[in-house]
Every structure is written in structure tokens, then in C-alpha cells.
């Protein structure tokens, strides 16, 4: 069964820290073409991450997501203890370039120097913590973004089904249009013969018969259109062959809607008709139906 390339995976997993979430969407594109939208993600992972995704979903404008949820403990502040010595020691040494008798050596006053310094900027740091995402706990990542994977192929796969029968109905639609084109066929070549031979006798042309039996006869060839229906007929035959048949037909169905309208626009310029006029028109109508739900076809 085909897949729409239009779908949205989440999954969740708790690592020592807190929640790691992995979300996932796409929509229709030529090629995978993957923007990993966090952080979170390590350098050295980020191409086999790549990789999972272009495997799995093939094709599409694919965004993927991580995001973290520290737990209570690792969400609290810390202080940058290397920084707040750093301060102090150069609080001291300033003191002593002063030459100034400067409280250092007693508990009370060191602490209240401390309690001075830990309101300098960066003194305390939310973010000095180390990689969220680690080799640690990589395994545990890698099932949540797997997870997240088979969330979107079910989704992929359920608006699959939708489209297939959309397409499915709108070709057979236009299979179904063919012979109510051939209902017209003799009495248009029969209005054509004979909206002829009334202007020839309009202007009073004499004519020789075999002669113009010869000419109706090429004319009327000119306004045959029974090689396109025998075509439009196989390129449906091909179209429902291939949907049925490939795991990502969305490429092939639209050059197969593109040979369906080449002859679909060939008929009308040949149809001399109104009534098939009209038909081809609402031929037409849902070869573009067709070709719009097949750019969103894996």
C-alpha cells in the first residue's frame, strides 16, 4: 500500500537526567531533504541520525526535533565554583597590591565575600552541565527516535490509504469517460461529412466523387482519435499497475499522469465536437486531482 509523504511522529523517553522528546514531521518533496532542528544532538551523531530518517521515510521536507526536560534535581542552579575562586583570588591579590588590611583569614568575613561574589554575572550558570545526550545513554536516544520513525510510517500510512482511494476513484472516472466520448464518434464523423458537402453545395463545387471520397476520407482520419483512446486506456492500465504494485510509485505515477494528459489534450484538439468538448474537459478536471495527490505520494 502506498504512503503519503505528509505525516508527524513523536516519541518519549526518560534518561538519569530527565525526558528526552523526538518529534518528527514531513511533507512533499523531491528528495529527502532533512533539517535537524535542536541542540541536543551530538556532532558525531547527527549523520547516522540522518541516515535513519532518509531509510525510513524516503522522501519528503522532513523537520526533526529533539527536546529535553531536565528532572527537578538537574534543573536547579549551579555555581561556577572555578569562577567564584577565580573572583576571589583576584579580590585578594588586588587587596594586597592596595596594601590594606582586608578580612580573608576569618570565616565569617571570607563567607560574606563569597555571598558578594556569587551575584557577579555567569557566577551561576544554568547551562554547565554535561551532554544531554551521551554515549551513556546513546542506545536509549536511538530506540526513541526508531519510535518516533514507526509513529510517522503509521501516519504515512494511513493517509496512504486515503490517497489511493482518492487516485484510484479519479482514475477510474476518466476510464469511465472513454465511452461516452465513443457514444459521440458516428455522429460526429457523420455531422463532419455532412456540414462538408453542405458547404460544398453552397458554393456550388462541382466535384468528382471518388475524388471526394478520397478527401472525406483523409479528413476524417485527421479527426480520429481512436489511437489516444487505445493509449489513455494503457497509460490507466499502467497507472493502476504501478499503485498497486511499487512501494514508492510517487515519482513514476507523475510521469504516468503526464503521458494520461497528452493524450486527454489530444483528443480535444481533434474532437470537433462539442459534447466531447465538454467531456475532455471533465477529464482534464480530474487528471489535475490526480497529479496534485500524487506529489504528495512516496
Request: glycine letters at 6%; proline letters at 2%.
Amino acid at each position: 500500500m502506498i504512503q503519503s509523504m505528509t505525516g508527524y511522529g513523536k516519541a518519549e523517553t526518560i534518561i538519569e537526567s530527565g525526558k528526552i522528546t523526538v518529534e518528527i514531521k514531513s511533507l512533499n518533496g523531491k528528495n529527502a531533504d532533512i533539517s535537524i532542528k535542536t541542540q541536543l544532538l551530538p556532532k558525531d551523531r547527527e549523520l547516522a541520525v540522518r541516515q535513519m530518517i532518509a531509510q525510513r521515510l524516503q522522501r519528503g521536507n522532513i523537520d526533526f526535533f529533539i527536546t529535553y526536560e531536565p528532572d527537578a534535581a538537574e534543573n536547579a542552579k549551579e555555581i561556577n565554583a572555578d569562577l567564584v575562586l577565580s573572583y576571589y583570588r583576584q579580590i585578594m591579590e588586588i587587596n594586597e597590591r592596595l596594601g590594606r588590611e582586608f578580612p580573608g583569614t576569618d570565616n565569617a568575613d571570607a563567607a560574606h565575600i563569597l555571598g558578594q561574589i556569587v551575584r557577579f554575572p555567569d557566577v551561576i550558570d544554568m547551562n554547565r552541565k554535561n551532554e544531554v545526550i551521551n554515549d551513556g545513554n546513546w542506545e536509549q536516544v536511538r530506540g526513541c527516535i526508531e519510535e518516533a520513525l514507526d509513529r510517522i510510517c503509521e501516519y504515512r500510512a494511513a493517509e496512504g490509504k486515503s490517497l489511493y482511494a482518492d487516485v484510484t476513484s479519479k482514475v477510474a472516472n476518466i476510464l469511465g469517460f472513454i465511452p461516452q466520448i465513443e457514444a459521440y464518434e458516428n455522429e460526429r464523423v457523420a455531422a463532419v461529412r455532412s456540414r462538408i458537402l453542405s458547404r460544398l453545395e453552397e458554393i456550388g463545387a462541382k466535384t468528382d466523387h471518388d475524388r471526394l471520397e478520397q478527401e472525406m476520407i483523409y479528413y476524417i482520419e485527421k479527426l480520429d482519435i481512436n489511437e489516444e483512446k487505445v493509449r489513455l486506456r494503457q497509460h490507466c492500465r499502467y497507472f493502476m499497475e504501478t499503485i498497486d504494485t511499487e512501494p514508492c510509485p510517487g515519482k513514476k505515477l507523475g510521469f504516468i499522469a503526464q503521458e494520461m494528459g497528452r493524450e486527454i489534450n489530444t483528443t480535444g484538439s481533434k474532437a470537433n465536437h462539442s459534447g466531447i468538448q465538454q467531456i475532455v474537459v471533465r477529464m482534464k478536471d480530474e487528471l489535475e486531482k490526480i497529479k496534485e495527490q500524487s506529489l504528495n505520494i512516496l
